[in-house]
């Protein structure tokens, strides 16, 4: 690499300082984030595709990001790594005995994500959920006008709160369409659901 390249990335990583630092001390005056933390891990793992919140990110310490990071989309997309999905090489679908593990992520805002789901019909799936940010969501499952109505008896977790996880696990047996949603007051009108796709 000659001098000046060289030159020119030290500028650019200078930028990047000065932004994420600007960044940084927004998102601190900011108490719904998590300050520091947060941009401290998408510091360390830039430039190693998979893993902006790799070793020392806000979910570090608890090992749910483990190796891969949960934000590792390269536009800093939060993508999940749910593996492979219904129709891809190398999916496996979930039986009562040994359910698919999805994991969904509730916040930091009003959203979940991922938002659409697909499952193969007759799947069981165990839906592992985690709440970012400092809002209590729960998470309904089921027939999609039964989600959309709050149904009494539909399938639920409720009161996750920050950094914590529940699972629930249902059995997908008709041909849709399902749906999930939070309907702690607010949060579905303000857009905290998604669509479950069967298909097969
Ligand atoms: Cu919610």
Redesign the pocket.
């Known amino acids: 690499m000659s001098g000046r390249r060289l030159g020119l990335a030290g500028l650019v990583l200078v930028i990047v300082g000065v932004v994420l630092i600007g960044a940084g001390a927004v998102l601190a005056s900011y108490p719904q984030t998590g300050g520091q933390g947060w941009f401290g891990g998408m510091v360390g793992g830039q430039g190693n595709g998979p893993g902006m919140m790799g070793g020392q990110g806000m979910m570090g310490g608890q090992g749910m990001m483990g190796g891969q990071g949960m934000m590792g989309g390269p536009g800093g997309n939060p993508r999940l790594d749910n593996g492979p999905q219904p129709g891809e090489q190398g999916f496996a679908a979930g039986t009562a005995d040994a359910p698919r593990v999805i994991q969904v992520i509730?916040?930091p805002g009003?959203a979940f994500t991922p938002s659409t789901i697909s499952v193969q019909r007759g799947e069981t799936i165990t839906f592992q959920v985690t709440?970012m940010g400092p809002?209590?969501?729960?998470f309904m499952v089921g027939p999609g006008d039964a989600v959309a109505a709050d149904q009494a008896g539909s399938a639920e977790v409720a009161d996750i709160g920050m950094m914590q996880t529940k699972s629930l696990t249902y059995t997908f047996d008709g041909s849709g369409p399902y749906a999930f949603a939070?309907?702690?007051p607010g949060?579905?009108e303000?857009g905290?659901h998604g669509t479950i796709t069967v298909v097969g």
């Open positions: 509730a916040g009003y709440t809002l209590v969501h729960e939070c309907h702690v949060h579905y303000a905290m």
